[in-house]
């Protein structure tokens, strides 16, 4: 039995490293994601972030690049993301 392949492991700091948020549409959606990432990117590039709704408008995903500083900066950002009942999924 082959043995299972280790996942390639990332070197920090990763610049351009994609952060995508996916969440219920609302007027303050952008706004309220982009406070969130602050908190754990301090320097966020929001010119660089791409948004773009699902075909019913119900759901809106942001894309983010960034330069990650470590796992631990991954794992907070995502643990502070999911938390929000209005994001479903961070990628």
Do not use: C, W
């Not at 994609?18 to 303050?28: F, M, W």
């Not at 995903?61 to 502070?80: M, P, R, V, W, Y």
């Amino acid at each position: 039995m082959a043995k299972k392949a280790a996942p390639p492991k990332i070197e920090f700091p990763h610049p351009n490293y994609p952060v995508k948020v996916l969440g219920e549409t609302a007027d303050d959606y952008e706004v309220f994601i982009v406070d969130i990432m602050l908190r754990h990117v301090p320097d966020l590039n929001t010119k660089k972030m791409k948004s773009s709704q699902s075909s019913n408008g119900r759901f809106t995903s942001i894309t983010f690049f960034i330069t990650a500083t470590g796992i631990e900066q991954l794992e907070a950002l995502h643990k502070d993301l999911i938390q929000h009942k209005r994001v479903r999924v961070v990628l």
